[in-house]
């Protein structure tokens, strides 16, 4: 069954930076997304990354600041987080799935990490 395990999340100040990664076992397999989900919101997407790379996606909110992308030789997916704001404080989670209907939605993918906390003090 696959893994997937969260790591470089913390706290920062409003203009910094910080590299989330998702360690994924067999990533070469999956799609991957990352979402966040903030104090009494519901999930939201973030930025996704197909099987071999060559295609992402990104929700507005985050274009020009967020990059993702992923290394299949070291299971790895990273989420390059620049210029951050109060408003991208979250708990940032990546989901895997080997078919994906639809990046966007949280539904379309059937493996979740834990999640690592993102605070932006202004």
């Known amino acids: 069954q696959v893994q997937l395990a969260e790591s470089g999340g913390g706290l920062v100040q409003a203009g910094g930076s910080l590299r989330l990664s998702c360690v994924v076992s067999g990533l070469s397999l999956y799609a991957v997304g990352w979402f966040r989900q903030a104090p009494g919101k519901e999930r939201e997407f973030v930025a996704a990354?197909?099987?071999?790379?060559?295609?992402?996606r990104y929700t507005d909110s985050v274009k020009g600041r967020f990059t993702i992308s992923r290394d299949n030789t070291k299971n790895t997916v990273n989420l390059q987080i620049n210029s951050l704001k109060s408003e991208d404080t979250a708990v940032y989670f990546c989901?895997?799935?080997?078919?994906?209907?639809?990046?966007?939605?949280?539904?379309?993918?059937?493996?979740w990490g834990q999640g690592t906390q993102v605070t932006v003090s202004s």
């Open positions: 989901a895997a799935s080997r078919v994906i209907r639809s990046e966007i939605v949280p539904t379309s993918y059937d493996r």
């Open positions: 990354v197909s099987r071999s790379g060559w295609q992402t």
